[in-house]
T-cell receptor, first 117, second 110 residues
Framework: EAGVAQSPRYKIIEKRQSVAFWCNPI?????LYWYQQILGQGPKLLIQ????????DSQLPKDRFSAERLKGVDSTLKIQPAKLEDSAVYLC???????????????FGEGSRLTVL | KQEVTQIPAALSVPEGENLVLNCSFT??????LQWFRQDPGKGLTSLLL?????REQTSGRLNASLDKSSGRSTLYIAASQPGDSATYLC?????????FGDGTTLTVKP
């Protein structure tokens, strides 16, 4: 079974430029998450999708970050304009939907490492 | 708001030693707890998932326990090997979201 796919693995941009990350979840996983992981810290949730609807985007800096999952499968996370503090690894995860508080096991991709200069 | 703490932040042991990693959380109304391994420059690999109704889960040399009432989970690694060197993170699931600790970086010396 293929895992969660992410691209690109690495991206270096200058501040104020834009960047986009792509994620393809495990087949059949209705729930998709984007996390931000700063060096030395645990992942922090940015946005959660259930199929193509947003469940939680309370921690997404909406003035610069946007995400979509148009067909309920793959997803794109965009940052525009980027700031120095956006340098981090952006992790995508997916899980099967479970009726009780959506408690499915999380599976992660390899991540996209962003460096903002 | 859920807070998850993993102490120590780093641990170094000689090969063959049995060890315990700790994860504590403030809100005991959890649905599950998941342990992950993260190698440098890589994503998170799921090791064990414990549902709230369970007390422990085992996979090979790994055993994870959960005590909701005290807000604690432990990950026991038996007969550690250099290949176990990595950062270990726990994630606690409440209604709607998972909260991660900052991890314990384990080094197993040959």
């Amino acid at each position: 079974e293929a895992g969660v796919a992410q691209s690109p693995r690495y991206k270096i941009i200058e501040k104020r430029q834009s960047v986009a990350f792509w994620c393809n979840p495990i087949s059949g996983h209705a729930t998709l998450y984007w996390y931000q992981q700063i060096l030395g810290q645990g992942p922090k949730l940015l946005i959660q999708f259930q199929n193509n609807g947003v469940v939680d985007d309370s921690q997404l800096p909406k003035d610069r970050f946007s995400a979509e999952r148009l067909k309920g499968v793959d997803s794109t996370l965009k940052i525009q304009p980027a700031k120095l503090e956006d340098s981090a690894v952006y992790l995508c995860a997916s899980s099967l939907f479970r009726a009780v508080a959506n408690t499915g096991e999380l599976f992660f991709g390899e991540g996209s490492r962003l460096t903002v200069l | 708001k859920q807070e998850v703490t993993q102490i120590p932040a780093a641990l170094s042991v000689p090969e063959g030693e049995n060890l315990v990693l700790n994860c504590s959380f403030t809100d005991s109304a959890i649905y599950n707890l998941q342990w992950f391994r993260q190698d440098p420059g890589k994503g998170l690999t799921s090791l064990l998932l414990i549902q709230s109704s369970q007390r422990e889960q085992t996979s090979g040399r790994l055993n994870a326990s959960l005590d909701k009432s005290s807000g604690r989970s432990t990950l026991y690694i038996a007969a550690s090997q250099p290949g176990d060197s990595a950062t270990y993170l726990c994630a606690v699931r409440n209604a709607g979201k998972s909260t991660f600790g900052d991890g314990t970086t384990l080094t197993v010396k040959p």
